[in-house]
């Protein structure tokens, strides 16, 4: 166990849908991050939140956003869906962003799947 | 860019033989090296990690070395059992533009037959 919760564990939804996904991060960690594992792309960086504001942005669409509250805890936000949304996403954490040795720890991840 | 190569799997053992999952990278700076694994069904789990070159990382009876001459990260098990069935991703981590970007390869899928 990581320390690092994820819900709901599966999500089914219809195309054109908005879903939100929560995370908590390990006790401590300030930065969370958000990755899609698909079939075809494998693992992709979402975007990362440090204490509360973004830090970095990867292969993000503009119909998915997140934030991070005060408690730190997280939520992604993916809009308009499309069946090609359709993966297994994962949230980590790590005690901070400021070297490239800061481990991070996954959580179980939710299964999306768009019909 | 910056990137993770590995080996394509799935790779197919019995039980009690030798492993090594090769990976290769290719960056900018000075990264950090990672091996995690997902098991079935479940999140990734650090494995392993190396920080500089020549360290070796080690844990569950996994090794592999940080070797900066030929950029690589090779994972290897002496003995595998059917447990260590799972996939297996190489990643390098790079602190870059103020932030830790975690980089990681396609992911080797290990199955080990009784």
């Not at chain 1, 992709?44 to 990867?58: D, S």
């Not at chain 2, 098991?39 to 090794?63: C, H, I, M, R, V």
Request: proline fraction near 3%; charged fraction near 15%.
């Amino acid at each position: 166990d990581s320390g690092v919760t994820q819900t709901p564990k599966h999500l089914i939804t219809a195309t054109g849908q908005r879903v939100t996904l929560r995370c908590s991060p390990r006790s401590g960690d300030l930065s969370v991050y958000w990755y899609q594992q698909s079939l075809d792309q494998g693992l992709q960086f979402l975007i990362q939140y440090y204490n509360g504001e973004e830090r970095a942005k990867g292969n993000i669409l503009e119909r998915f956003s997140a934030q991070q509250f005060p408690d730190l805890h997280s939520e992604l936000n993916l809009s308009s869906l499309e069946l090609g949304d359709s993966a297994l996403y994962f949230c980590a954490s790590s005690v901070g962003t400021d070297s490239s040795y800061n481990e991070q720890f996954f959580g179980p991840g939710t299964r999306l799947t768009v019909l | 860019g910056d990137s993770v190569t590995q080996m394509e799997g799935p790779v197919t053992l019995s039980e009690e033989a030798f492993l090594t999952i090769n990976c290769t990278y290719t960056a900018t700076g000075y990264p950090s090296l990672f091996w995690y694994v997902q098991y079935p069904g479940e999140g990734l789990q650090l494995l392993l990690k190396a920080t500089k070159a020549d360290d070796k990382g080690s844990n569950k009876g996994f090794e592999a070395t940080y070797r900066k001459e030929t950029t690589s990260f090779h994972l290897e098990k002496g003995s595998v059992q059917v447990s260590d069935s799972a996939v297996y991703f190489c990643a390098l981590s790079l602190f870059s533009g103020g932030y830790n970007k975690l980089i990681f390869g396609a992911g080797t899928r290990l199955a080990v037959h009784p």
